[in-house]
């Protein structure tokens, strides 16, 4: 799977007494997994899908990472 390293602080840990985000923190995993869905990348490696690339005009790039 792909790592996460995301410093606690930008996550809200711990979450800030003052302020606009006073309270506030960030599940990092959920938040990682909703953008990998939206750009059509592989939740486990992050590598985007053969139809992704291949709409991207990237069939090069799909064929070398998805030989058949």
Same mark, same amino acid.
């Given at each position: 799977?792909? @790592?996460? %390293?995301?410093?606690?602080?930008? *996550?809200?840990?711990?979450?800030?007494?003052?302020?606009?985000? *006073?309270?506030?923190?960030? %599940?990092?995993?959920?938040?990682?997994?909703?953008?990998? @869905?939206?750009?059509?990348?592989?939740? %486990?490696?992050?590598?985007?899908? @053969?139809? @992704?690339?291949?709409?991207?005009?990237?069939?090069?790039?799909?064929?070398?990472?998805?030989?058949?």
């Amino acid at each position: 799977p792909v @790592k996460r %390293n995301v410093p606690g602080r930008i *996550a809200g840990i711990p979450p800030q007494t003052e302020g606009p985000a *006073a309270g506030v923190t960030v %599940n990092i995993d959920e938040r990682v997994s909703e953008y990998f @869905k939206a750009m059509d990348w592989d939740q %486990n490696t992050g590598v985007p899908s @053969k139809q @992704k690339l291949e709409q991207l005009g990237m069939s090069d790039v799909a064929a070398a990472l998805y030989p058949e």
